[in-house]
């Protein structure tokens, strides 16, 4: 296998034209990105929140995926019973780019006096830019002739998330519109065989719960499970520890996919970042360096109770 858009493309971006599902992109560190997948935690943890992250994947290989995503929300409304976030999403594909941009609400009802359920809703629009030139391709024909340029879709989709104090789980679906990027009707030879790359209904499931192992110890088995019709289920299962309200480390495992290994460091009450890094226990593994993942994250507080009791989700 080269180490070329060729392998890259065809064998994953070019796999989307063929009736397959076009996925969103993947997290390592889903436990603190919640807000891209479900609306529902808009406003959750009552502080006025910023996040940034980046993820290269499959390091090495050209082409290869290469996600920025950037989140904002807060608790607003004078019972504080509602929040708002907005997420912006960048994700790089061989010669595709993807630009999601929403705005995302959630309401939220005390279910008892440390239990919350939240409903969400997302809304937005979808920027598909795909430039075929960088493509290298031996027989080019009808389907590569012609880029996509600034394609916006409509996005609407929604969540529902409950927590108490240590458990909390989640289900999404961001996007129940099924976009169509490309479609037979654009080619001019019927003999070409292309069907449709769309966007199709991603379902996200996340759990986890906290265990206090000591005074200064806390232990956090969580999941997450991606599925959509036309690809494989994904399934994560990822063991956190916080040492001393300070100091995160984690493993995880990706399903017939990767081993994932995790730090995070509060700097101060307001600053976190996280460091995640993955490697394939696929056949991939030979021809790629792995996966790395930054992220940051800082906090306006508005209660000082927040800061004294943080909360490890």
């Given amino acids: 296998m080269k180490k070329s858009f060729l392998a890259i493309a065809l064998l994953i971006l070019l796999g989307t034209f063929t009736s397959q599902a076009q996925q969103d992109p993947q997290y390592t560190q889903y436990m603190y990105n919640t807000q891209v997948v479900n609306p529902a935690y808009a406003g959750n943890r009552d502080v006025l929140s910023f996040g940034l992250l980046y993820r290269t994947q499959w390091v090495g290989l050209d082409g290869a ?4 995503t950037l989140t904002a929300d807060s608790p607003i409304g004078s019972l504080e019973n509602m929040g708002l976030g907005l997420t912006l999403v960048r994700d790089e ?3 595709s780019i993807n630009t999601n941009v929403t705005v995302d609400y959630s309401y939220s009802i005390n ?8 409903f969400g809703l997302k809304a937005g629009i979808d920027i598909l830019d795909v430039d075929f030139s960088k493509l290298n391709i031996a027989d080019p024909g009808d389907v590569f002739e012609n ?5 916006v879709s409509p996005q609407i989709g929604a969540g529902v998330y409950f927590n108490t104090d240590r458990f909390y789980a989640g289900l999404s679906v961001p996007n129940f519109l099924n976009t169509k990027h490309f479609d037979q009707s654009d080619i001019n030879d019927p003999s070409v065989e292309v069907t449709t790359a769309a966007e199709r209904m991603h379902y996200f499931f996340i759990a986890g719960y906290v265990f206090d192992l000591g005074e200064n110890l806390k232990f956090k088995p969580a999941t997450f499970v991606k599925a959509v019709a036309g690809s494989p ?10 040492m001393k309200e300070k100091l995160i480390l984690g493993v995880a495992y990706r399903w017939s996919a990767a081993l994932s290994a995790m730090a995070g460091f509060q700097i101060s009450d307001q600053i976190f970042i996280g460091f995640g890094y993955d490697v394939e ?6 021809y790629n360096g792995g996966s790395y993942e930054f992220m940051l994250r800082f906090d306006v507080f508005s209660k000082p109770e927040r800061v004294l009791t943080p909360r490890f989700f």
Avoid: E, M, R, V
């Fill in 281 to 286: 226990t696929t056949d991939l593994s030979s």
């Fill in 65 to 68: 995926p290469k996600t920025a």
């Fill in 111 to 118: 279910t008892s006096a440390n239990t919350q359920l939240s």
């Fill in 93 to 95: 594909l061989g010669p």
């Fill in 233 to 242: 289920l994904q399934a994560d299962i990822s063991a956190n520890f916080l």
């Fill in 147 to 151: 880029n996509i340029d600034n394609k």
